[in-house]
């Protein structure tokens, strides 16, 4: 159901500075750019980073600042329903873009996590 880390994800304030510093400073390989996103590789992993006003509403406790895991989840309905089986309580159930579906969700520590399924090809 989980088999992987889809990628790990940090905030910014400026995609312009983030770009430069990954890109220029760490060397990182850029895989997906735009106003409000920026994807690199490192090695066979991905690094995101957004603006802090994507972020979805923010529980109690937890905060943009820090690291967010995205586990790949294919197919994302039946780990959504494994984790509601379990009263795992979803901040953002189950949201479809043009990158993926998408849902976001808490561990007992107030730690966010992501479940990724990207679209098909």
Not at 6 to 20: G, P, Q, S, V, W
Not at 75 to 80: D, G, K, N, R
Not at 93 to 101: A, D, H, I, V
Request: charged share 25%; hydrophobic share 40%.
């Amino acid at each position: 159901m989980f088999e992987k880390i889809a990628f790990i994800h940090y905030c910014t304030e400026n995609i312009d500075r983030t770009l430069k510093f990954y890109s220029d400073v760490m060397g990182f390989k850029l895989l997906v750019q735009n106003d409000e996103w920026v994807e690199f590789a490192i090695g066979d992993q991905r690094l995101a980073l957004h603006l802090v006003k994507l972020m979805p509403l923010m529980p109690e406790g937890s905060h943009p600042n820090g690291a967010m895991v995205w586990l790949y989840a294919k197919p994302i309905e039946q780990a959504i329903a494994h984790l509601e089986g379990n009263n795992i309580k979803f901040i953002n159930k189950l949201e479809e873009f043009s990158y993926g579906k998408t849902a976001t969700f808490t561990d007992p520590d107030g730690n966010l996590l992501g479940l990724y399924e990207p679209p098909e090809k």
